[in-house]
């Protein structure tokens, strides 16, 4: 069963959590066209291997918080702060 380590509880079941998508999107200006618009609202990459995603332990403490998580073998290289970079070893 994948683990998933909470900043705040520790480590728990990833039952416990719901994935929230892929961190680090950055919206657009409301002014933009609407093909931009579009890929922000519906486009995202699918990668295999490392993907920096928004997780809420939503069955614990509610908090939300970043994992940098291989999509091949579902290891968690890091967890990091909703409003923090990823990690170095995290970056694509
Ligand atoms: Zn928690």
Not at 11 to 36: K, N, V, W, Y
């Amino acid at each position: 069963m994948m683990q998933l380590r909470c900043p705040w509880c520790g480590e728990r079941a990833a039952s416990e959590f719901h994935c929230g998508g892929t961190t680090g999107i950055t919206r657009p200006p409301l002014a933009c066209d609407d093909s931009t618009w579009s890929r922000y609202l519906f486009f995202r990459t699918n990668p295999k291997g490392g993907h920096g995603e928004r997780w809420r332990h939503t069955f614990g403490c509610g908090m939300w918080f970043n994992v940098w998580r291989d999509t091949v073998t579902h290891e968690v290289k890091a967890v990091y702060g909703i409003t923090e970079p990823p990690p170095p070893q995290g970056a694509p």
